[in-house]
């Protein structure tokens, strides 16, 4: 069974997920929570799902419905390495994706 695994440059991005939709009343955090909910089955079913990113080698992309977030992930074997949770109106994934590949690409045997 494939797992999933949130790396250290990952929290960020899920902190902010929650804060924004916290912020922004007025659009449905549920149906956003229940999107990524789905986003995660998608990506223990089809860990190719998502499209590669960046043309950085090994990580990739996945849209999670209805929201302006994405995941930015890579695999190994049999578990799913969440990079970050991206708001896709910005650009602090650049932040999480040098942090990945200069520290925990290493430490993850990636």
């Given at each position: 069974?494939?797992?999933?695994?949130y790396?250290?440059?990952s929290?960020?991005g899920?902190?902010?997920?929650?804060?924004y939709f916290?912020?922004?009343?007025?659009?449905?955090?549920?149906?956003a929570?229940?999107?990524?909910?789905?986003a995660?089955v998608?990506?223990?079913?089809e860990?190719?799902?998502?499209?590669?990113?960046?043309e950085?080698?090994g990580?990739?992309?996945?849209?999670?419905?209805?929201s302006?977030?994405?995941?930015?992930?890579?695999?190994?074997?049999?578990?799913i390495y969440?990079?970050?949770?991206r708001?896709?109106?910005?650009?602090?994934?650049?932040?999480?994706?040098?942090?990945?590949?200069?520290?925990?690409?290493?430490?993850?045997?990636l």
């Open positions: 069974m494939i797992k999933i695994q790396v250290e440059s929290a960020h899920f902190r902010w997920l929650k804060r916290k912020m922004q009343k007025q659009l449905n955090s549920n149906a929570f229940e999107n990524f909910a789905k995660r998608l990506l223990k079913q860990p190719l799902a998502g499209h590669i990113f960046d950085i080698e990580v990739r992309e996945l849209k999670i419905l209805k302006a977030f994405s995941i930015l992930y890579t695999f190994k074997r049999d578990i969440i990079i970050d949770i708001d896709r109106h910005g650009t602090r994934s650049a932040d999480a994706i040098r942090e990945f590949t200069d520290k925990l690409k290493g430490k993850y045997e």
